[in-house]
């Protein structure tokens, strides 16, 4: 091989990564949208990814003590009810994918994120109604339709937000 195709390798692979990453974040918002269940495997292979791209930058050992952090901070908001279990994992996992430098920008940029959201899901729960009864007998058709109608349920209930949305936002912003 040689030294040209061997750099391009090298400068690709990171590349690689940051798109795995990307699509590893949008994939956890879905779940969290449609399921409200992140999949382990999701954050798992996100800090798989991240411990690998920080490897390559030299910041490894900063980026494991900075998520260990968040890990720990969320740990403790999961544990007052605040937090799913789902969006520690995966907020943590997120931690990997951005330099250590970038970690207490991103976790601000969820917050915000967040925070929006929780007031798109309070301003919708005083808008949407829920699905009458006679329209929970017809189930629909379409998989989009079928996700409406269990998210005017949520949105009834009260339920949970969709957290991983935030989570996926601010990360997708600070990925480098």
């Known amino acids: 091989m040689s030294a040209v195709t061997a750099t391009h390798l ?15 974040l949008i994939l956890a918002a879905g779940f969290d949208i449609l399921t409200r269940i ?4 999701i ?27 968040v890990f720990t901070i969320t740990l403790l908001c999961w544990l007052r009810g605040w937090m799913g279990g789902g969006d520690v994992k995966l907020l943590a996992a997120s931690a990997l994918l951005v ?11 969820v917050g915000v994120v967040g925070g929006v959201l929780a ?7 005083r808008v949407v109604s829920p699905p009458s009864s ?13 996700a409406l109608r269990a998210e005017r349920w949520r949105l009834a209930r009260g339920t949970a937000l969709p957290y991983a949305v935030a989570i996926a936002i601010g990360g997708l912003i600070y990925i480098p």
């Open 10 to 24: 090298a400068s690709a692979f990171p590349s690689a990564l940051t798109i795995i990453a990307a699509l590893l």
């Open 38 to 41: 992140i999949p382990n495997p």
């Open 43 to 69: 954050p798992l292979g996100m800090a798989a990814v991240g411990l690998a791209l920080r490897a390559l930058d030299g910041t490894l050992p900063w980026a494991v003590l900075a998520a260990g952090i």
């Open 99 to 109: 330099p250590p430098i970038s970690v207490f920008p991103m976790v601000t940029m």
């Open 119 to 125: 007031l798109v899901y309070l301003t919708a729960r």
């Open 134 to 146: 006679a329209a929970a007998a017809v189930r629909p058709r379409s998989f989009l339709a079928r």
